[in-house]
């Protein structure tokens, strides 16, 4: 029901929405509101027939109804590899700076990053209070809920705030028991918590594997947990009743590592939970970050794209955790990646068998299904006690992990996946199978390399722009490490714990999931410095000063081995400590999104119920359209439709946010050959009187007959920051 009105108060606002279920629902016992939304936006979930859900959509004061949706979560060193401490280089494709920042000069002591997740378990290292100071700001409203497992004094001056969220209704397919109670039962929060705001842990390690210190990016800032996940998914309910209370709570960063699956199509804004919770968050000052999704390598499978959220991408770090194969008599090594704790012999003496030559005579077996060791399809007895090899693809119907499960509960002592991606070592590997009467092989234990190079890479994983929603904005923002994160874990989840070891409270997870709270403790630190930033300025910081340049000085590449562009990255991958002295900003208000969401398709009468910040005499340009939104005033540019020989301007404005308030700016472009940019002015001169100038660029395409997009920068610098920005061109 959108906007709160400034003479509500909670109790008004929930009559309001029973007094909207009794006019028009006509049944002798009305139905029980499960949530009621009546801090940042007004709103309510209900249990309704088809018929009553859409008799409350007629209703003038509704701007969406819309079948509870079901959402999933997104599933030490990579605070290190992004150089938090020490001088980073801020990279373009031709040229670099070092900006240098100290880790006491960070901040974030009276930030607070809020997640919506799993939960958190309160009693591991990370969440430890110790050095740490009471809140000093009054403006925190936030609770700790008591539960049967759970009660205030789990919280403290590190976990400020623990809520939980069930349906209240135990009819629904995703109600589950431990709804109550803000206490983990999963691990992803616990991880995704720490990872943002962990307090310093020294001597962490998975069992003795990548071991050092973990912290998290903003380890001085506070975190209130919002459990809005239990075993079924992510209820769209509690989404917003969690986004509703953070609001009221007052945090600063909200931290979404969850969404919808870009493999239905993308609700549509006023029907996702995320962009509505997000859209009235940003409203009052909280910036959002969100993980884009896990369907990578697929084109348009980036989720949670509004232009009001922060959307994360995943990358690989510099350290790779290594199980290599040894074969045969000449003990030829091939690397592998892994993390066990294999106690072979380390000489190859074990029997190597690949699963396509472990067909059993059944007749639903084929040589297929045999081969990516589908055990109902293999002969028992010829794998028994040897190591198998495997093909392994993304599209299998079981996963590598109920697999190996099942191949260790047959006697088998060893599993080998083979992954699409990995042909090279594949080859040599079937090659020594192929010519030899009877090979053999061993596994040995992991060991982490570190140093490892090229890296970062866009994990194949990550999803991929552009936004099937609108491809006039760019999507991912920006990207962070999310592949093999070590971070805190629940101790009684044995499940993860390998056989022989004791739980060690710290697990290493991968996921667009561990990605987002990377940034979320970067914008945490940004917040702290510059209080009075809006969310869209603490965005352009980080995108503007993200790195181009893997660490071989060489342009960013995807995990597979190709050039990566801005819809695998965004900006490029977060650099934490530039993002602290951006230099310039590209800021956006409320207004620009009400703009947005004009040109987007909506009417002026919808717009005016979802937000509270609505100019006097605000009505939708009659021009309205979607290649408008390409003049928004993002930190990157998109354009799409573009025909022919056409030509397109687009307008924005820099504010000027450094230490010296007189300063020149001079532009620098890097177009492909078949597009001319120009930029006017050139040069862009700030005073003490003008802290905001404007810019247009106009792009003319002179060749359009390849099918790929086209892509290049636009980057502003006074000699010390570099402010970039990527574009992307598109016939379609």
Not at 265 to 289: L, M, Q, R, T
Not at 396 to 411: F, R, Y
Request: net charge positive.
């Amino acid at each position: 029901m959108g906007a709160v009105a400034p003479a509500s108060t909670p109790e008004t606002l929930t009559q309001t929405h029973l007094q909207l279920l009794t006019s028009v629902i006509k049944r002798h016992e009305h139905p029980k509101l499960i949530h009621s939304y009546k801090h940042g936006f007004s709103g309510f979930a209900v249990k309704l027939s088809k018929d009553e859900a859409l008799a409350i959509s007629r209703n003038k004061g509704v701007i969406s109804v819309f079948v509870d949706p079901i959402y999933h979560l997104h599933t030490t060193r990579s605070w290190d590899f992004l150089q938090l401490q020490n001088s980073i280089e801020t990279s373009s494709p031709s040229k670099s700076i070092k900006a240098e920042a100290t880790s006491s000069s960070i901040g974030g002591e009276d930030t607070i990053i809020g997640l919506l997740d799993t939960g958190i378990w309160p009693e591991l290292p990370s969440f430890s209070d110790k050095g740490m100071a009471p809140l000093k700001r009054k403006r925190w409203k936030g609770t700790c809920v008591n539960a049967s497992d759970f009660n205030s004094s789990n919280c403290n001056m590190k976990l400020i705030g623990a809520r939980a969220y069930s349906t209240d209704d135990s009819s629904l397919p995703y109600s589950f028991t431990d709804a109550d109670s803000p206490r983990d039962d999963d691990g992803h929060g616990t991880h995704t918590a720490s990872t943002a705001a962990g307090t310093a842990v020294f001597n962490a390690s998975y069992y003795g594997v990548a071991g050092g210190t973990a912290k998290g990016g903003s380890p001085t800032s506070r975190i209130a947990m919002y459990k809005v996940c239990g075993i079924f998914g992510c209820s769209g309910s509690s989404i917003l009743a969690a986004f509703d209370d953070a609001i009221a709570d007052g945090v600063d960063v909200l931290s979404i590592s969850l969404g919808a699956s870009s493999f239905f199509s993308n609700p549509d804004f006023d029907k996702d939970p995320i962009a509505i919770g997000s859209f009235h968050a940003v409203e009052k000052n909280v910036i959002v970050v969100c993980s884009a999704g896990n369907d990578g390598p697929s084109p348009e499978s980036v989720v949670n794209a509004a232009p009001w959220i922060l959307t994360v991408a995943a990358t690989t770090i510099d350290r790779k955790f290594e199980s290599d194969i040894v074969l045969g008599r000449n003990k030829r090594v091939i690397k592998g990646q892994a993390i066990n704790f294999s106690t072979l012999r380390k000489s190859p003496t074990f029997s190597l068998i690949y699963g396509g030559s472990a067909k059993s005579k059944s007749r639903s077996s084929t040589y297929q299904s045999a081969s990516h060791c589908e055990l109902e399809s293999l002969d028992k007895k010829k794998i028994k006690g040897k190591i198998v090899v495997c093909k392994n693809s993304d599209d299998d119907d079981t996963s590598s992990s109920i697999i190996v499960d099942q191949l260790k509960g047959s006697g088998v002592i060893g599993v080998i996946l083979v992954k699409d991606q990995q042909k090279s070592a594949a080859d040599e590997l079937f090659t020594y199978i192929n010519s030899t009467k009877k090979p053999v092989t061993t596994i040995l234990p992991t060991v982490a390399v570190t140093k490892y190079k090229p890296a970062p890479q866009i994990a194949y994983f990550s999803s991929r722009g552009p936004s099937s929603q609108t491809k006039n904005i760019l999507k991912p923002d920006v990207a962070a490490p999310g592949v093999d994160i070590l971070a805190g874990w629940p101790m009684t989840l044995s499940s993860d714990v390998p056989p022989g070891k004791k739980p060690s409270g710290f697990n290493l997870l991968s996921g667009t999931s561990m990605a987002c709270p990377h940034v979320a403790g970067v914008a945490a630190n940004i917040k702290s410095w510059n209080s009075a930033w809006s969310p869209a300025a603490i965005r352009s910081a980080i995108m503007t000063t993200a790195i181009l340049m893997n660490n071989n000085k060489k342009q960013l590449m995807t995990d597979s081995g190709s050039v990566a562009t801005p819809y695998d990255f965004g900006a490029g991958e977060v650099n934490p400590t530039a993002a602290l002295q951006p230099g310039l900003i590209y800021d956006a208000g409320p207004k620009d999104y009400l703009l947005f969401l004009c040109n987007y398709g909506y009417d002026t009468a919808k717009i005016k119920l979802i937000s509270t910040s609505i100019p006097v005499g605000f009505k939708c340009p009659k021009n309205s359209s979607k290649d408008l939104i390409s003049g928004m005033n993002y930190p990157s540019m998109a354009v799409s439709n573009l025909q022919g020989q056409e030509k397109r301007t687009v307008s924005r404005t820099l504010t000027n946010v450094g230490a010296e308030e007189e300063i020149t700016y001079i532009v620098s472009v890097q177009s492909p050959v078949e597009v001319e940019v120009k930029v006017v002015p050139e040069k862009l001169q700030f005073t003490k009187k003008n802290k905001k100038l404007s810019y247009d660029v106009t792009f003319s395409v002179k060749d359009f007959s390849k099918e790929s997009d086209l892509f290049g920068w636009i980057t502003w610098s006074d000699g010390k920051h570099r402010v970039g920005s990527p574009y992307v061109l598109s016939k379609k």
